[in-house]
């Protein structure tokens, strides 16, 4: 399996020109509680976005994540990431490359964040030598280190997306989902933290108060009746003189959105 | 190998941590309490008589290891419902290895829980004449009987990845119960290797004549079917929703 988007191909600037996808969905579809979340969703994500997902009703972004994450199984569709069909379990592959930050999953209560950090770079298969380089960055910039040893159910909850988060980018993973993270958080720190730095990664973002991403993401896109509804740039709200958030996402999705720029996608390996 | 190491590890602090560790051993020591504590008489064989307390041992072990099964199969469950599956899965960690890692971990209290009942039961029972097995046939019929639990571990496994922590409980609950009632009621023909026959067999080793012959074949049984509960539980783990 190769990666759509190594550091060897993204150096090339023809390879850039060309948008190769991060996140490619065709069909996707999931049955949950006798009613469809997903009911056919096509969407292509390049290298390198900024996305924000939002939906109506609100459990369609968070059911499309989890999928991309391999935590639930579409009922029918396709999809890939990272160049990837689907996880392969590797310590090299799927879940180094691909990272997921939100309310479906949580580390034992009982971990501090340091046995977290610890954990996840041990059971990634990272070596010993890159885990001391990493996780002290990863600590000093989500301000861990007051709490690097308390238990995360005594540390509190803003810890405890604050070590989700760190965990996740422990791995320099190609594309990151996240779930309304650090719920916690003040908008300010948030907004600092959800920064995530790297050209060529890929960020997804889902988020009830789409309002306060606005300055995290480049693109949006709108899942209504489990379908996309709307795939466009941020900027394209403010050229209609729409505020980001759902009644102005929803006002663009009905208005029709700009023609989104489609350059064919390059698909290596896989 | 490392990482199947690492997650037996964190099954069992999860184990001591949700006190299900303490609970299990407790539930097994306390099977051994009625080797120690009835009177040593043997009186299973008049009619009308009381069972003896070799027979209460049985059936305690029986019960023990019910509890056993439905404690894990609710751990299991709460370990999806909690979200801390799918974290690990996210590590990423082969599905199938965290059904391994965590059936290590109950093997391995188990064990040791067991391992307390019986060393109880013979210091309790040596030399009365109840028992009158030498070391080698208690030890394996006991090893019969820790087969029969690694049975049942699978079983609350299989169990807890599939539903939701009380239901799972109470349906390992029954499963189990229900195994080690059909092991002591004899409806099953008797050259039929049921693993729970090993509990009736232990209600009469004051009869026994050969316990090592007898104990071997339903170890070996509830071993092959212990190994195909933890395969089931893998391959549904792998297509659950974590």
Do not use: K
Not at chain 1, 179 to 197: A, H, M, Q, T, Y
């Amino acid at each position: 399996m190769t990666s759509s988007t190594p550091d060897a191909l993204w150096a090339s600037r023809s390879v850039r020109l060309l948008r190769p996808s991060a996140v490619t969905c065709r069909g996707l579809r999931r049955r949950e509680r006798r009613s469809w979340v997903l009911d056919g969703v096509d969407l292509d994500l390049d290298v390198g976005t900024r996305t924000l997902l939002v939906s109506e009703p609100e459990g369609s972004a968070s059911a499309l994540l989890r999928i991309l994450a391999g935590l639930s199984r579409p009922s029918g569709g396709t999809f890939r990431l990272a160049g990837a069909r689907r996880a392969d379990d590797s310590a090299a592959g799927w879940g180094r490359r691909v990272a997921y930050v939100g309310p479906a999953v949580a580390p034992f209560p009982w971990l501090s964040p340091g046995e977290i950090l610890e954990l996840t770079g041990r059971l990634a298969g990272i070596p010993p030598a890159e885990r001391r380089r990493r996780i002290p960055e990863l600590v000093t910039w989500h301000r861990l280190e007051a709490a690097l040893h308390r238990p995360l159910r005594r540390a509190g909850a803003a810890v405890a997306s604050r070590t989700a988060l760190a965990a996740a980018l422990l791995t320099e993973p190609e594309v990151l989902l996240l779930d309304d993270p650090l719920g916690g958080e003040l908008p300010v720190e948030r907004s600092r933290l959800l920064r995530i730095p790297g050209e060529r990664r890929t960020v997804v973002l889902a988020s009830h108060l789409p309002g306060q991403e606005a300055e995290l993401v480049s693109g949006v896109v709108l899942l209504r009746g489990g379908r996309v509804a709307l795939h466009a740039p941020i900027a394209a709200l403010a050229e209609r003189g729409l505020e980001l958030s759902m009644r102005g996402i929803s006002a663009l999705a009905e208005a029709g959105a700009p023609e989104r720029d489609r350059r064919p996608a390059l698909a290596v390996g896989g | 190998m490392i990482q199947t190491v690492v997650l037996a590890g964190l099954a069992l602090r999860e184990l001591w941590f949700s006190y299900r560790l303490l609970a299990t051993l407790f539930v097994l020591l306390l099977a051994g309490a009625p080797a120690a504590i009835l009177p040593h008489a043997a009186t299973a064989s008049l009619a009308g008589a009381p069972p003896s307390a070799l027979t209460w041992y049985a059936v305690a072990l029986g019960g023990s290891l019910a509890i056993v099964s439905a404690l894990t199969a609710g751990a299991m469950a709460g370990g999806r419902r909690h979200g801390w599956l799918g974290w690990l899965a996210l590590r990423p960690v082969p599905r199938p290895r965290l059904a391994i890692g965590w059936f290590l971990a109950w093997a391995g209290v188990l064990l040791v829980g067991l391992a307390f009942a019986a060393l109880l039961a013979w210091v309790a029972l040596s030399g009365s004449s109840l028992l009158l097995v030498g070391p080698a046939g208690f030890a394996a019929a006991m090893g019969a009987v820790a087969a029969l639990g690694l049975m049942v571990i699978g079983l609350g496994l299989l169990i807890g990845s599939v539903l939701a922590p009380i239901p799972a409980s109470l349906l390992a609950l029954l499963l189990a119960g229900a195994l080690g009632l059909v092991g002591f009621g004899g409806w099953l023909p008797a050259n039929l290797p049921l693993p729970s026959g090993i509990l009736p067999l232990i209600a009469d080793l004051d009869l026994a004549t050969r316990p090592v012959a007898s104990a071997l074949p339903l170890t070996g049984v509830a071993l092959a079917i212990a190994a195909g509960l933890l395969l089931a539980a893998a391959a549904v783990l792998q297509r659950a929703d974590l």
